[in-house]
């Protein structure tokens, strides 16, 4: 068959065929198995870049945060440190920094300035060579030394442990104080100061503090000159006005006198109180310590006070007997401050009492309270803050109206703060008031131990605030205290504020050898009952005097004057002033008694009078001419004594206030001393309880 196809090449064909179609099968599959491959080994590669891209990117980032943060650093760095220089550039004072070897390491131009040779000084330069170059251009005072010493003298300082403080003087006149520290690493700041302005405050200061002293000092001189000026003056008008009073017989010629006389003692408190407050404000109250006797203090306090008391108060004192009385402290200030409480109280009080009652407690020092307790009409809570404000006064109708300057409570708080103690006050509207001074004080001489005392002792009734206050001392001692006065009794105690009728009641009870003791003057017991007592002790008794007449044996009462010893002296008073007025008064105030009186006008003619004859009592002016009341204090002793014969009682009277004149006082071993303007109850008082048989 032509044009057909052998069956052979169709097959063969088709063999070809088949062949190419699996060769091409297998090649497709192998390309697409590299395909695939190639699509996983792309898609690898690319997530590798891509893992490798962020993480470059996340350094890159890094690598910029951390030079961002260095060039922050080095930013703040630079401007602390120009901050910091700038701020040593603004410095008043000089500061330099030196290293461990003394080369300059930096100084600002207040520091270079003061060598005069900035211009040649820089960093690199040595101390030495620093302080050398300013020895000789001579900014600082070297005084003898050549400028190489004085360098190396200065240099040398910062060798030493601890860098002592350098005060140079600049040619310009200012003085420059270096304070030189060394840091732990051995470097050596060094700081100058300029001191000029404050030395110059300084001596401004010390100027003005001296003028201020000086003035303050001739303010004191001025008030205390005046004080006395005013007191010798005064003492006549109080004095001369007190005997109108007591003599007057017209009513309206009584009302000028006591008007006159009320304004001198208002005047009077002025002055004191004007003293007073000036020393406190000027700083100028100086205690001292003394070896006081306390209870004495305050028995000398009742007394003074007691004079002022009106008709129907009665002014009492409690002590513990067997106490301690010896403290050391100041027995003026404390004496002024328990005057005041007394002198307040016994203003607003017109009926009633006025009690100084003295509490002791032991330690390390003892704490001393003494209270005032008064039944006056009592301060308002709410206003008695006001009592001790400088010229405070309660504002109260209740209260009864009273001149002054309001400052004394003021003085007292003060004095006792100044003494290391507290003033306090607890009062009710309507029931009195009760002032508590506290001070701590170191004991004296222990007291010696309480002798057994009558274990029964009777105190009649109605003796009020006196024989209350003995009753409690005894009970303090373990003494049983009875009211009742009858046959049965040993020991009996009458204060003398009784009536004749009850004074002869007891007189008629009690067995003929009881032991019987009168509290109070002679002149205020009848005189059979004065007659048959075994003592007689003034109010305020001291503990030991109470004790001592308990102890005594007793004697036969005496029958009659002519039966007493006879006491020292011829009886008479011997009065020594200069000044005319004070003697007349000194006359006029004692012209009732019985004793003869001398008056005299200076201490040498004292001095004779008691050569001539000796008196029972001597009363001296402190200044007079010839011979003042010290010296006839001292020649008057030395003359009783060159006799063998006891002291005679000698009392000072002054116009002269102070600390200065009360030691002066003390020292010189008055009996008693008064200041001008002198008071006739107090003068009178003092002569009853130191003449041996008392004014009578």
Not at 66 to 75: P, Q, T
Not at 312 to 327: D, K, S
Not at 491 to 498: D, F, R, T
């Amino acid at each position: 068959m032509d044009g057909a196809v052998p069956d052979s090449l169709y097959l063969e064909e088709r063999r070809r065929r088949l062949a190419a179609e699996r060769t091409l099968e297998h090649t497709r599959r192998e390309l697409a198995r590299a395909h695939s491959a190639l699509v996983s080994n792309a898609d690898r590669l690319s997530r590798g870049y891509l893992a490798q891209r962020d993480h470059n990117l996340k350094l890159s980032e890094r690598q910029h945060a951390m030079l961002e943060r260095s060039r922050n650093a080095a930013e703040k760095a630079d401007r602390a440190r120009r901050r910091l220089w700038h701020a040593l550039e603004t410095m008043r004072d000089g500061f330099a920094l030196f290293d461990r070897s003394g080369v300059l390491i930096a100084a600002n131009h207040v520091w270079l300035d003061l060598f005069d040779a900035a211009s040649e000084i820089a960093p690199g330069a040595h101390a030495t060579e620093i302080f050398g170059l300013a020895a000789e251009e001579g900014a600082f005072d070297i005084g003898d030394l050549s400028p190489e010493e004085w360098a190396r003298e200065q240099v040398a300082r910062w060798d030493a442990p601890t860098i002592e403080t350098l005060v140079l003087h600049h040619y310009d006149g200012r003085v420059v104080r270096f304070q030189d520290r060394r840091a732990p690493d051995g470097d050596v700041v060094s700081l100058a100061i300029d001191m000029t302005e404050h030395q110059e405050r300084e001596q401004s200061l010390a100027a003005a503090r001296d003028a201020a002293e000086s003035l303050a000092r001739a303010k004191a001189d001025f008030l205390a000159r005046m004080s006395h000026e005013i007191r010798t003056p005064m003492n006549g008008v109080l004095g001369m006005s007190q005997m109108l009073i007591d003599e007057s017989t017209d009513a309206e010629a009584k009302l000028y006198a006591q008007t006159i006389h009320d304004s001198a003692e208002a005047l009077l408190v002025i002055v004191n109180d004007t003293l007073d407050v000036s020393k406190l404000e000027a700083g100028k109250v100086e205690l001292r310590s003394e070896d006081i006797d306390l209870e004495a203090v305050l028995i000398d306090c009742i007394r003074l006070a007691a004079v002022n008391a009106a008709e129907n108060v009665n002014v009492g004192l409690f002590y513990p007997l067997g106490a301690q009385t010896r403290f050391f402290g100041d027995g003026g200030r404390l004496r002024q401050v328990v005057m005041n409480l007394l002198g307040n109280a016994l203003k607003f009080t017109s009926e009633g009492h006025v009690v100084l009652r003295a509490s002791l407690h032991p330690g390390d020092p003892f704490q001393v309270v003494l209270t005032v307790e008064d039944t006056g009409p009592g301060i308002a809570k709410d206003k008695q803050a006001v009592v001790f404000d400088a010229f405070g006064q309660v504002d109260d109708p209740s209260r009864p109206v009273r001149e002054g300057t309001g400052l004394g409570l003021t003085i007292s708080r003060g004095l006792a703060e100044k003494m290391g103690g507290t003033l306090g006050l607890a009062s009710e509207l309507g029931k009195g008031s009760v002032f508590t001074l506290t001070l701590p004080l170191e004991p004296g001489a222990a007291p010696e131990a309480l002798p057994p005392l009558p274990t029964r002792i009777a105190i009649p009734k109605n003796t009020g605030i006196r024989g209350k206050l003995a009753a409690e001392r005894l009970v303090g001692a373990g003494v049983e205290v009875t009211q009742d006065i009858n046959a049965s009794v040993r020991v009996a105690i009458v204060p003398l504020v009784l009536d004749v009728r009850e004074q002869q009641k007891i007189l008629d009870q009690l067995a003929p050898d009881a032991q019987l003791l009168l509290f109070g003057r002679r002149n205020e017991a009848i005189e059979e009952l004065a007659k048959r007592a075994d003592s007689i002790l003034p109010v305020p008794v001291a503990g030991a005097d109470v004790v001592a007449a308990l102890l005594a044996k007793r004697e036969a009462s005496p029958t009659s004057d002519a039966d007493m010893v006879a006491p020292a002296g011829d009886g008479r008073i011997l009065l020594a002033d200069d000044n005319a007025t004070n003697r007349l008064l000194l006359e006029r105030m004692l012209k009732d008694q019985a004793c003869p009186i001398e008056l005299v006008a200076d201490g040498a003619a004292a001095l004779a009078a008691v050569k001539a004859s000796l008196p029972s009592v001597v009363v001296l002016d402190i200044s007079m001419p010839v011979m003042d009341g010290f010296e006839a204090a001292a020649a008057i002793r030395a003359h009783v004594t060159s006799l063998g014969l006891s002291p005679i009682p000698i009392i000072a009277v002054t116009a002269h206030v102070g600390d200065d004149m009360e030691a002066r006082l003390k020292e010189a071993r008055f009996d008693a001393y008064l200041t001008k303007p002198l008071k006739k109850d107090l003068l009178l008082a003092e002569l009853e309880r130191l003449m041996p048989r008392g004014l009578s």
